[in-house]
């Protein structure tokens, strides 16, 4: 159980720093043909919301970040 918990922390850890800069996510979804809508529906979000993500304006927090930093390495690896 500790094993995978820590897994878990480790993995969390793991896209969290390897979220690129915002206008490196932009360009990664953009590559992927991704709206900026269809993001933020994923995301349960607002479009002004991941917008501001992109140009730097605020940052995703807690889970969201999490979910949005599995979305960005997932468009990478299928963009790439």
Do not use: N
């Amino acid at each position: 159980m500790v094993v995978v918990i820590m897994h878990a922390l480790l993995e969390e850890v793991r896209l969290v720093s390897q979220l690129p800069r915002p206008e490196h996510a932009r360009a990664v979804r953009v590559r992927a043909k991704v709206s900026l809508r269809r993001l933020a529906q994923e995301l349960g979000v607002h479009e002004i919301t991941v917008h501001r993500w992109e140009t730097g304006t605020s940052h995703p927090r807690g889970r969201v970040l999490l979910r949005y930093a599995e979305l960005i390495d997932a468009l990478q690896k299928v963009g790439a």
